[in-house]
């Protein structure tokens, strides 16, 4: 920062410093909560985020994790202070219509309130491997309403503050968890243990924030919340700044989903002509920037229905990707972009909408359209199609002993100037994968394989990303559940470059629906060929040592 923030007193350098305290605030948080989780979902593939926000609801700071919960967490601070939060208190949320985002995203508030008055909130979101429902893992295929997909839970307080509660109630004590409130949750999902355990290290990543602004209260006294209002400003006039740098203009992109998993098994409807249109439009005007998805479909019988959070999230994350990703995120960085959706769209559904399923996958289609619709206006700075799913793989067992969850990674789209990225997660996810010693450990599942798929990054002069294959032996009897995209439309090219290749699922080298819930035997073996990226630029430009690399490193066959 070269000048004082704008529309403070506070000097550039204190700033600097103030702001990378909140951001370690943030980052602090998500460490308590991976080393404190139990499930190998969190602890080792990291499906969590983490936020600090000020006392009117604006995020502050983030840790760098999942970009679909991040963009989301302001509607949970939002549902959680109409609820008149006291200091002490931890609500818990997962409703998608009351500051969600789908069921497995658990998240909690705390207030913080290290000195007694309200100053900020704490906030940390993580998908818990199983949270009811009608199939094990809370993701099922066919789901028609919300409620087949598991406990939906408004927030209510999980931890009772100190003007909550009545100290003479059992298990009611001022400050303690809540244990009528706890005992509802477990006893409505597969795996009580494991999201006992995961829930009280998101209660220990919320209390760590409210010790750390403490911290920085002792250290620097009000300053702090002035600083909350400067990092803001400062992210916004930076953003602002960015914005009015793109051509003024309208830009439209279109793209679709294959199918709901309702629509494509309907009688006399072949599968191949079920498409699901999502449309954006993004209009540049000065230092001002509106998404507007009219012409998208409207509300879908099946799970792919994706709340309005998870549209706006997709919307900030593919403007931030665009202009500067090193802008230090908050508030500020949304405050200049309108997000346009038509009530009662894909994007905008009513209850009893299914959508487990639209925070997973039409959140990954969502951001390339949007990707798309930019590369009219700035070609230089967008990549070609990634693989523009999560590839969602749930195994778990109906009584109850394990649930396992993991998205699979795949290619990355090419970029100007160079090659896209193998094997890796795209868009709106940013989790690990679950290493193969921690999975057999964990779990009744082998793995078979698990490597690059040569030949499916898109040819171009420069070449898509790798997909993956990822196969595993189910050792006792489970349902597997998929939600998978790009098995009919392949991710797309860009500037003459070719598609990446299509997604494949397997069940006993079967192939099977893009999305489907199955009850399969000991000893089945599911497999995942996940998509590749698109290529960038006319393959006949590429250059002779790069192919010749290509051939030499098994990335393209001979």
């Known amino acids: 920062m070269s000048s004082d923030s704008p529309e403070t007193d506070i000097d550039a350098v204190t700033l600097e410093i103030l702001r990378n305290q909140f951001e370690s605030v943030a980052e602090e948080m998500g460490q308590v909560l991976i080393t404190g989780s139990y499930s190998p979902n969190i602890k080792e593939r990291q499906d969590c985020s983490t936020a600090l926000f000020d006392a009117d609801g604006r995020m502050v700071a983030q840790a760098e994790h999942i970009p679909v919960h991040l963009g989301a967490m302001p509607e949970a601070v939002d549902a959680v202070r109409d609820r008149d939060p006291q200091p002490g208190d931890v609500f818990v949320l997962n409703d998608p219509f009351d500051g969600g985002t789908h069921l497995p995203d658990v998240t909690l508030v705390s207030p913080l309130a290290p000195n007694g008055e309200v100053l900020g909130y704490a906030v940390s979101r993580a998908h818990h491997a199983d949270v009811g429902g009608m199939t094990p893992g809370s993701m099922p295929a066919g789901a028609r309403e919300i409620y087949q997909e598991g406990l939906r839970l408004p927030p209510v307080r999980l931890v009772v503050g100190a003007a909550g509660s009545n100290d003479s109630e059992p298990g009611r004590e001022r400050g303690a968890v809540n244990e009528d409130v706890m005992s509802l949750l477990l006893a409505n999902v597969r795996t009580p243990d494991e999201r006992r355990a995961d829930l009280r290290a998101q209660i220990a990543a919320n209390d760590r924030a409210e010790e750390r602004l403490g911290d920085l209260l002792d250290d620097h006294g009000d300053l702090v919340l002035d600083a909350f209002d400067a990092v803001i400003d400062y992210s916004r006039a930076r953003i602002e700044t960015e914005i009015e740098s793109l051509p003024d203009g309208t830009y439209t992109a279109s793209d679709v989903l294959e199918g709901d998993g309702v629509l494509e098994h309907r009688s006399g409807i072949d599968p191949a002509d079920v498409s699901i249109p999502i449309e954006a439009t993004v209009t540049v005007d000065g230092d001002g920037l509106t998404v507007d998805f009219a012409g998208t479909a409207e509300q879908v019988p099946g799970n792919l229905n994706a709340p309005v959070a998870v549209a706006k999230s997709a919307a900030y994350f593919v403007v931030r990707c665009v202009t500067d990703p090193e802008i230090p995120p908050n508030q500020g960085c949304y405050d200049p972009v309108t997000v346009e959706i038509p009530e009662g769209s894909l994007l905008d559904p009513k209850l009893p909408a299914a959508v487990v ?157 893009a999305k489907t819930s199955v009850d399969v035997d000991a000893g089945t073996t599911v497999t995942l060929l996940t998509p590749g990226g698109g290529g960038h630029g006319d393959p006949v430009d590429r250059d002779p040592t790069a192919r010749e690399r290509d051939r030499a490193d098994g990335k393209v066959s001979e």
């Not at 930019?374 to 693989?387: G, H, I, K, L, N």
């Open 357 to 513: 399923g639209g925070n997973v996958e039409t959140s990954q289609r969502v951001t390339d359209v949007v990707l798309a619709a930019f590369a009219e206006a700035v070609p230089d700075r967008v990549p070609a199609a990634s693989q523009g799913t999560m590839n969602n793989l749930i195994v778990g067992s109906r009584s109850g002993s394990f649930t396992y969850y993991e998205t699979i990674a795949g290619g990355f789209g090419a970029r100007p100037g160079k090659d896209g990225m193998d094997g890796v997660q795209v868009g709106m996810t940013n989790t690990l994968n679950t290493p193969v010693e921690a999975l057999e450990a964990a779990y009744p599942l082998r793995v078979e394989r698990y490597g690059f798929r040569p030949d499916s990054g898109g040819d171009g002069r420069f070449r898509g990303g790798l997909g993956l294959e990822r196969s595993l032996t189910v050792e006792t009897d489970a349902t597997v559940s998929l939600l998978t995209e790009r098995r009919r439309v392949p991710p797309a090219g860009l500037a003459g470059g070719e598609s990446g290749a299509l997604g494949r699922n397997l069940i006993d080298g079967e192939t099977v629906a």
